[in-house]
């Protein structure tokens, strides 16, 4: 049996009839950047993560950068995250000028744990920037509080995470933005690169919004040094399509992760992953395994030879990238970080999965592992 680790050609049937028309009618009028389509989208998008505003853009690493950029943080600033997450969280930091402060995760829900935080703060600090990673909420009750305190903006990196709640509040309500990305892995998904930046205030949404097209208002008249961040019409197309199936797909992939769950209850040796008390909608993005005994290859190296797909996010902790060693850290300085890159693996978790391929991807690493 294959089972790859995600199937989009399942998915794209359960929508094809309904968009395609949508397509083509864009193909015959030809318009292709912004327009109807992406602030039709906005609106909706907006209202999914109950924030007041948003604004589409390229993609959810241009959604940080963006954010970044609008609160004008830069050269000698510095922005606080966690070493274990996709690059383009720290990677958006850099790109700003500004230098990336981490702060070691807290190891059950894999989020940065808020009780380190405050050590990391210095006179320079200017941002917070929480990941909501594998589809789950960061603790973020705690980060407000620091932020508010300390007089820190909060930037959300919800790109896992559409949907997630943290006691009841949507991901990318809470901070002071929050950025979404629809790239193809991602639980909503463009066809291709897109993204989305989230917030509660018209100001930050204005200043956002003219930031998207090169600082721009009114036409040809520049008072910001933007970009070019401006979302294409097909992808909000496609994403006004697919969002609402969007809670649909959720449910299905909470379930197969409470498939997963009961399979491998009490397997000595495979932890999986828990909930974290806040975490009221956990959105189940990935559904990532800790394997013990230092047997994660083992599993990997089995996994692929029976044709199931999986992949470690992420193999290499940020503070130990090479491009980050201007930074000064060294291996060891952040020990749960580093753990959980050495430890855990990603399986397939995507709503169109069979029970039997779950059955089956559980019971070959059960074998793997005695
Ligand atoms: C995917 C991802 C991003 C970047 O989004 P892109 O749309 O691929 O640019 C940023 N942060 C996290 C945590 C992600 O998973």
Redesign the pocket.
């Known amino acids: 049996m294959q089972v790859p680790l995600l199937d989009l050609k399942q998915q794209f049937k359960q929508f094809k009839a309904e968009l395609m028309p949508q397509i083509e009618a864009l193909c015959d009028n030809q318009s292709f950047i912004l327009g109807e389509p992406v602030a039709s989208f906005e609106k909706t998008a907006a209202a999914y993560c109950k924030a007041g505003f948003s604004c589409a853009v390229?993609?959810?690493?241009?959604?940080?950068i963006i954010a970044l950029m609008a609160e004008g943080i830069g050269a000698g600033d510095e922005v606080i995250t966690t070493p274990y997450?996709?690059?383009?969280?720290a990677g958006?930091i850099a790109r700003v000028g500004a230098k990336p402060v981490f702060v070691d995760i807290e190891p059950r829900s894999y989020t940065i744990d808020a009780t380190k935080i405050e050590t990391a703060i210095t006179t320079k600090t200017k941002a917070i920037i929480p990941?909501?990673?594998y589809g789950q909420s960061a603790n973020m009750g705690p980060i407000l509080e620091i932020a508010k305190k300390h007089g820190l903006v909060v930037i959300e990196?919800a790109?896992?995470a559409i949907g997630a709640e943290y006691m009841g509040r949507r991901v990318g309500s809470m901070g002071d933005y929050g950025?979404?990305?629809?790239?193809p892995?991602?639980n909503l998904s463009a066809f291709g690169?897109?993204?989305m930046v989230t917030t509660q205030v018209q100001e930050k949404a204005n200043m956002v919004t003219m930031l998207r097209n090169h600082g721009m208002n009114p036409k040809y008249y520049h008072k910001y040094v933007g970009g070019n961040f401006r979302m294409d019409a097909l992808q909000a197309l496609v994403l006004n399509v697919k969002i609402k199936y969007l809670d649909q797909w959720t449910e299905k992939r909470q379930a197969n992760a409470a498939l997963y769950d009961s399979l491998f209850n009490d397997v000595p040796g495979v932890v999986t992953p828990s909930i974290a008390s806040w975490a009221t909608r956990h959105v189940r993005?990935q559904y990532v395994l800790r394997i013990l005994d230092g047997k994660r290859q083992k599993v990997w190296d089995g996994l692929k030879a029976a044709s199931i797909g999986c992949d470690v996010?992420y193999p290499v902790p940020l503070h130990l990238q090479e491009c980050f060693a201007p930074l000064g850290y060294a291996k060891g300085d952040f020990p749960e970080s580093e753990k959980a890159a050495s430890e855990t693996i990603a399986i397939p978790i995507y709503p169109e999965l069979a029970e039997e391929q779950i059955r089956y991807v559980a019971a070959t690493i059960i074998g793997l592992i005695k």
């Open positions: 390229t993609s959810g690493s241009d959604a940080l997450t996709f690059f383009a969280t958006a990941v909501h990673l990196d790109a896992q950025c979404l990305s629809f790239y892995s991602k690169d897109a993204g993005n996010y």
